[in-house]
């Protein structure tokens, strides 16, 4: 329920207290550093005094989840096998995920806010087509001269 960026990472740091310098490793941007090393301390409130009614178990894997250096974070096969999730843990019926996540697309987001923006969509619909390859390439979509449908495709909504 942050007011801005800043504001969210104030309230964060409010529950969580003030994150130590190796919490901060992690943290590559020099600016959002400069701003979380001037934060004032704040000390770490006690789970249990904000969550009155919770659970020791689900107090165990909000305190696991919620840390500012995401490697001491619990991963999702963690979190599943937590017992706070015990009675829907299924591990047969579970997929395991894909792998890691390559971002390398967000290097292509720089320039003007409009360009960046404009470059983002692109760059969404250019994923969205690699599962929907029966949708017009961008160029098509932007110039507004998308292919008739087939005549037995349903009716769009």
């Known amino acids: 329920p942050g007011k ?3 504001h969210q990472i104030e309230l964060i740091c409010n529950v969580l207290g003030t994150p130590s310098e190796q919490d901060l490793v992690g943290v590559t941007s020099a600016k959002a550093l400069n701003f979380l090393r001037a934060l004032k ?9 904000l969550f009155t009614k919770a659970s020791p178990q689900a107090l165990s894997l909000v305190q ?8 001491k974070r619990l991963t999702v096969e963690e979190c599943l096998a937590h017992p706070f999730l015990e009675s829907l843990h299924d591990a047969d019926d ?5 792998g890691v996540l390559d971002f390398d697309w967000e290097n292509q987001l720089t320039g003007p ?8 969509k692109e760059l969404l619909y250019g994923e969205i ?3 929907h ?5 961008w160029e098509v979509a932007m110039g507004g001269h998308l292919p008739a449908p087939p005549p037995d495709a349903p009716p769009a909504s």
């Open 129 to 131: 087509r690699l599962y």
């Open 64 to 71: 696991r989840l919620l840390s500012f250096d995401p490697d």
């Open 4 to 6: 801005n960026y800043k």
């Open 94 to 98: 579970e997929p395991g995920g894909l």
């Open 113 to 120: 806010a409009q360009q960046t923006k404009l470059k983002l």
């Open 133 to 137: 390859a029966d949708i017009a390439p």
């Open 41 to 49: 301390p704040r000390p770490t409130r006690q789970f249990p005094d």
